[in-house]
């Protein structure tokens, strides 16, 4: 491949929604699209069902939980294409309402990967983002209602424009400890540990926007965070309004805002319409 391949990238993509943004990218993005997913045989798997449908997806394994598998697709996508042009950040979990594992062990599995999974990623493959690149970190509108249900304290520094990444990881990392002590409830975080990873997301995407405009400005990079809908997927179930087609219309509309857009950029977006955070 030579650089001048564009690329765009999306993790968790084997399944659901960023199995849908997959296949929109194939047919609407001018250059490769590479899925990725963490179990290779389940990835393969998905890049062979979008090949039935004539499409011709790239597979690279990512385990976003695993920096040595962040290194080797970051080592990839620089020996391949010298950089990145549009990475979606999809790959996430959550626990099911009923399940009965104790609310500190959710607490610190669901943020170790939608929060600090994300983080690790973006520290890696950021800097690849090529002029005019667009990065989308799936979110949830449930990161707004999370934020609603905190501490006004808690509030306005989650609402702050100056935050830092720095304390943005000590209030993440303190909200698991809060669970470990049973002292959440005191500390006036909400009930939802899936709510709290994903305001981490969400701010941690404002963040990053103000890094590049401050340090990248002239490269017109876009970064925005996104909340897809209420999709039937294994993470929501058979209930849910949404389709995964209908799932990945906002990511992809990010994904592919024009090269002479201005905007958005740090922001949260649902419906394709930005939201007050």
Known sequence: MSSNTRVALVTGANKGIGFAIVRDLCRQFSGDTVLTARDVARGQAAVQQLQ???????FHQLDINDLESIRALRDFLSKEYGGLDVLVNNAG????VVDPTPFHIQAEVTMKT?????????TELLPLIKPQGRVVNVSSTESVRAL????PELQQKFKSDSITEEELVGLMNKFVEDTKKGAHGKERWPSTAYGVTKIGVTVLSRIYARKLSEQRGGDKILLNACCPGWVRT???GPTAPKSPEEGAETPVYLALLPSDAEGPHGQFVSDKKVLKW
């Open 148 to 151: 609603n249900q905190c501490s």
């Open 234 to 236: 294994d993470m929501s």
């Open 93 to 96: 979990i959550a626990f099911k």
């Open 114 to 122: 939608n929060f600090f999974g994300t983080r690790d990623v973006c």
């Open 52 to 58: 039935a449908e004539g499409l011709s997806p790239r």
